[in-house]
């Protein structure tokens, strides 16, 4: 009979890879219920109100996305390799001094994209979707732009302390949970299509408040834990180095995951969009291993290039890789057996959207194969090459939407998603390759997951 006790002897003697299955697993159960909770609250929003106004809400919350990005400039991913870097250093005169530079270059110009959004409302509803019913919501959301930005680099700032189950109840589970609960209470007050945006919104106030009183508290303990180094100035020139080329990456990539939303939302009607969005929900689902691990893994990248440990970080990376294969493929399997019955929950007329979910999920399944390239080549210093990458990629989505969609609708904005993520994986994993000597794709029945 087989026993465990072997396997269990030797995950308990290599702490590291411990680390990761214990924070990975806190991540995995958090974003499932985080991903759950999110699909309640579409459920909810689209029996409720429908795919038409599902869809209205989906490209308000592009907007708020976007914007959230040009207003973080790339710091809120700094402070992950920041603040695993400086802790595993003992220096957190450092660290606090990067975070309050770091918040003086966010809020005022988070305050300013707030409100250019909220007067470029007109131009983007009428000019660039063609609706001038998205005038309103769209100036909704950038009153919760600024709340937004706070939340997104407090939380991230936590996930450098590897404080999973803290980032994760802020970023995953907090918004669906709150947003569920004031929709029933304002959904018994007043049946309006504004309702789901108004919940969303106030429970990003909400948390962001939260997340500060939260990262205040950790900071300190930090703080009077560790040996206090000698006073040091930070300069903002340092901060932007670093942060800049991540914007430029993370805005790419955020661009890249919505530019399918946005150009349908150019060529198509609202419930178009609104079941598109559906069925790139259902798709994420495959990834939700993948971001889990990635929960973890940034913050364990950093930390192992930070002390020059490469042996470490090779044996990271692959015990990384075979763990997001293995939790992912019983969630591609389930999707790929059943695409329409999976999408008849959010309502009738959603399983026009199956052949769509296909493709997405073959996207998918490339990206849990590849592994981590994107949190490898940021934590290393090599975000540069990571955001060129995503540049070319981009590029590469946009032609393929404006020349499949016109032709296809959903089933051409799903291929150029899925060729786009095939592109950008293959390339990272390459270049990695190449730089590192370090294969970070694993195949189970191909000479032992090796190529």
């Not at 600024?146 to 991230?156: K, M, N, W, Y």
Request: hydrophobic content about 55%.
């Amino acid at each position: 009979m087989y026993s465990l006790k072997p396997l269990l002897n030797k995950i308990q003697k290599d702490w590291h890879f411990f680390e990761l299955l214990k924070g990975s697993g806190i991540a995995f159960f958090l974003k499932v219920s985080g991903m759950c909770l999110g699909y309640i609250f579409t459920l909810i929003v689209t029996r409720s109100f429908g795919a038409s106004i599902w869809g209205i809400f989906a490209l308000s919350i592009v907007v708020l996305h976007i914007a959230s990005v040009l207003g973080k400039l790339g710091v809120d991913t700094a402070l992950v390799k920041f603040t695993a870097e400086y802790v595993a250093k003992m220096d957190p005169v450092i660290l606090k001094k990067i975070y309050q530079k770091s918040m003086i270059i966010v809020i005022p110009f988070s305050i300013f994209i707030s409100i250019l959004v909220f007067f470029l409302a007109p131009i983007l509803a009428e000019q660039l979707f063609h609706n001038s019913f998205l005038i309103m919501p769209f100036r909704l959301i950038s009153f919760f732009l600024v709340p937004f930005v706070i939340l997104t680099i407090h939380s991230e700032s936590i996930r450098g302390l590897k404080k999973i189950k803290e980032y994760l109840l802020l970023q995953r589970v907090g918004i669906p949970f709150l947003s569920i609960i004031l929709f029933f209470i304002g959904f018994n007050i007043v049946k309006s299509w504004m309702l789901p945006l108004f919940s969303y919104g106030i429970s990003i106030l909400v948390l962001a408040v939260f997340s500060w009183f939260l990262w205040r508290h950790f900071l300190l303990n930090i703080l009077n834990n560790f040996n206090k180094k000698k006073d040091v100035k930070i300069n903002y020139s340092f901060i932007l180095n670093v942060s800049f080329p991540l914007f430029l990456s993370n805005s790419l990539m955020l661009i890249m995951g919505w530019v399918d939303t946005i150009m349908l939302g150019m060529y198509c009607d609202a419930t178009c969009v609104g079941v598109y969005n559906v069925a790139v929900k259902v798709a994420m689902i495959v990834s939700v291993s993948l971001t889990s691990i990635n929960t973890i893994l940034a913050p364990k990248f950093a930390e192992f290039w930070g002390k020059n440990d490469l042996m470490g970080f090779e044996r990271i990376v692959k015990q990384s890789t075979k763990l997001i294969f293995w939790t992912s493929i019983p969630i591609i399997i389930l999707i790929l057996i059943f695409p329409k019955m999976i999408l008849g929950f959010f309502g009738k007329g959603f399983e026009i959207g199956s052949i769509a979910l296909l493709i997405l999920v073959i996207g998918q399944l490339i990206n849990v194969m590849v592994g981590s390239v994107g949190h490898i080549l940021q934590m290393t210093g090599r975000q540069k090459v990571f955001q060129n990458v995503i540049l070319i990629a981009l590029v590469l989505n946009i032609i393929l939407n404006y020349s499949l969609i016109p032709l296809y609708g959903i089933n051409g904005a799903a291929s150029a998603s899925m060729i786009s993520m095939i592109f950008w994986n293959l390339a990272c994993w390459l270049y990695i390759k190449i730089i590192y000597g370090i294969n970070t794709i694993y195949l189970p029945f191909w000479g032992k997951g090796k190529i």
